[in-house]
T-cell receptor, first 108, second 113 residues
Framework: GQNIDQPTEMTATEGAIVQINCTYQ??????LFWYQQHAGEAPTFLSY????GLEEKGRFSSFLSRSKGYSYLLLKELQMKDSASYLC?????????FGAGTTVTVRA | EAGVTQFPSHSVIEKGQTVTLRCDPISGHDNLYWYRRVMGKEIKFLLHFVKESKQDESGMPNNRFLAERTGGTYSTLKVQPAELEDSGVYFC???????????FGPGTRLTVL
């Protein structure tokens, strides 16, 4: 089976940094994705890690450790528009298995 | 390039009725996926098409759900008859060829009363 855990909620101040952790236990692994989802909208792709290490893309970075079954998404220089749900998802055989999502609230 | 579109955005039906959801993938994307999120739970995989063929339907909950992709373009997901536990948001996603990146539609919110 698939087990993907991430915190339910996080709150941070505008301009700060927030790190969202994700741990997983899955029967297969072809990579780990992070998606951002605003209420009522489509999940949108943020990052993809298949090898261990850090992938940086602007204000967002994602880290993967396959041996530990662990990833994190780092959001820097937080903006109000970053308030959203962040979904950790493991890809296996073309299927995505999702965590329940972390709701990030950015306060002024 | 237009994104993945889904119709309707919302549907409210009574238990026992039939509902058909439609997904139009990004043009040229051979892979089409259906996922669903029921209240308070995570998004879960339903099935995967490659062109018009069902590649993996291991996530389909039962035989009240029927997905089709005639001609390998748009797809429909029919629920017949609908039950209360079918309520949730149904997402469609598509991807190109062997690419792993899946692009999601905005979802159809289904409410069964």
């Amino acid at each position: 089976g698939q087990n993907i855990d991430q915190p339910t909620e996080m709150t941070a101040t505008e301009g700060a940094i927030v790190q969202i952790n994700c741990t997983y236990q899955t029967s297969g692994f072809n990579g780990l994705f992070w998606y951002q989802q605003h209420a009522g909208e489509a999940p949108t792709f943020l990052s993809y890690n298949v090898l261990d290490g850090l992938e940086e893309k602007g204000r967002f970075s994602s880290f993967l450790s396959r041996s530990k079954g662990y990833s994190y998404l780092l959001l820097k220089e937080l903006q109000m528009k970053d308030s959203a749900s962040y979904l950790c998802a493991v890809l296996s055989d073309y299927k995505l298995s999702f965590g329940a999502g972390t709701t990030v609230t950015v306060r002024a | 390039e237009a994104g993945v579109t889904q119709f309707p955005s919302h549907s409210v039906i009574e238990k026992g009725q039939t509902v058909t959801l439609r997904c139009d993938p990004i043009s040229g994307h051979d892979n089409l996926y259906w996922y669903r999120r029921v209240m308070g739970k995570e998004i879960k995989f339903l099935l995967h098409f490659v062109k018009e063929s069902k590649q993996d339907e291991s996530g389909m909950p039962n035989n009240r759900f029927l997905a089709e992709r005639t001609g390998g373009t748009y797809s429909t997901l029919k629920v017949q008859p609908a039950e209360l536990e079918d309520s949730g948001v149904y997402f469609c996603a598509s991807s190109r060829g062997t690419s792993y990146e899946q692009f999601f539609g905005p979802g159809t919110r289904l409410t069964v009363l």
